[in-house]
C-alpha cells in the first residue's frame, strides 16, 4: 500500500515569496502532523491536525506559516514571505487514529520537502 | 534547550563492533520511541517503550526505558553497514500524541 507521499520533494525559492508544501496521507488516517527538520536537528513540531480541524498549531514559529485540511485528507503547508531561516526539511506523518492519553499510535513519516529558501 | 538530549552526536565504527546510543531528558514521558532516518527519507519507527524499566529487542538492537522513565538506551550488538543512519529518540507526554525529538545520532558503520 502506498505511504505518505509529499510534493514537491525539492523547492527553491527566493526570499519573500510563497510557498505551499502539500502531503497525501496514508489512506483512512485520520491524524495528520507537519514537522520541520534543520541540518543536523531532529524534527521538530509544527501542527497537528484531527480530521479537519487543527487540533494543536503551538510549534508553529509566526504567523506567516498556516496549514490546513479541508477534506480530512490531504494537508498544505502554506509559508508567506520567506526568510531564508525557513530553510529545512518538511515532514509530514500521518497516524491511524487520534491521540490518547491510553496510547501512543505509530506515525508515519513522508520522504519530506526540502525547502531551499535563497 | 532541547527537551531530550542525545549521546554521542556522531558515532562511527567499524562492521562488528557494539555501539551504544543514549537518550536523556529532566522531564518523564509516558513513552519514548527510537526511530532511524536514512538520507532523503523520513524516520522509521523501531520501537515504542512504555514502562519504565522496559527492555525490548529488535535483532540485534536492544532498546531501554529507564526505570524513571526520563532515559533511554539504544544498543547494536555486532553492528552492519546497514546500520548506518541517522538514530532519532523522541517522546510523548500523556496529553496526546505530540512528538519531542532528539538532536539525533548520526552512526557510520564502516566496512
Known amino acids: 500500500g502506498a505511504g505518505v507521499s509529499q510534493t514537491p520533494s525539492n523547492k527553491v525559492t527566493e526570499k519573500g515569496k510563497y510557498v505551499e508544501l502539500r502531503c497525501d496521507p496514508i489512506?483512512?488516517?485520520?491524524?495528520l502532523y507537519w514537522y520541520r527538520q534543520s541540518l543536523g536537528q531532529g524534527p521538530e513540531f509544527l501542527i497537528y491536525?484531527?480530521?479537519?480541524?487543527?487540533?494543536?498549531d503551538s510549534g508553529l514559529p509566526n504567523d506567516r506559516f498556516f496549514a490546513v485540511r479541508p477534506e480530512g485528507s490531504v494537508s498544505t503547508l502554506k509559508i508567506q514571505r520567506t526568510e531564508r531561516g525557513d530553510s529545512a526539511v518538511y515532514l509530514c506523518?500521518?497516524?491511524?487514529?487520534?491521540?490518547?492519553?491510553?496510547?501512543?499510535?505509530?506515525?508515519?513519516f513522508g520522504p519530506g520537502t526540502r525547502l531551499t529558501v535563497l | 534547550t532541547q527537551l531530550l538530549e542525545q549521546s554521542p552526536q556522531f558515532l562511527s565504527i567499524q562492521e562488528g563492533e557494539n555501539l551504544t546510543v543514549y537518550c536523556n531528558s529532566s522531564?518523564?514521558?509516558?513513552?519514548l520511541q527510537w526511530y532511524r532516518q536514512e538520507p532523503g527519507e523520513g524516520p522509521v519507527l523501531l520501537v515504542t517503550v512504555v514502562t519504565g524499566g522496559e527492555v525490548k529487542k529488535l535483532k540485534r538492537l536492544t532498546f531501554q526505558f529507564g526505570d524513571a522513565r526520563k532515559d533511554s538506551s539504544l544498543h547494536i550488538t555486532a553492528a552492519q553497514t546497514g546500520d548506518t543512519g541517522l538514530y532519532l529518540c523522541a517522546a510523548s507526554k500523556a496529553a496526546g500524541n505530540k512528538l519531542t525529538f532528539g538532536g539525533g545520532t548520526r552512526v557510520l558503520v564502516k566496512p
Open positions: 522531564s518523564v514521558f509516558s513513552s
Open positions: 489512506s483512512g488516517h485520520t491524524a
Open positions: 506523518a500521518s497516524s491511524l487514529n487520534p491521540p490518547s492519553k491510553a496510547s501512543t499510535d505509530t506515525q508515519y
Open positions: 491536525f484531527q480530521g479537519t480541524g487543527a487540533a494543536d
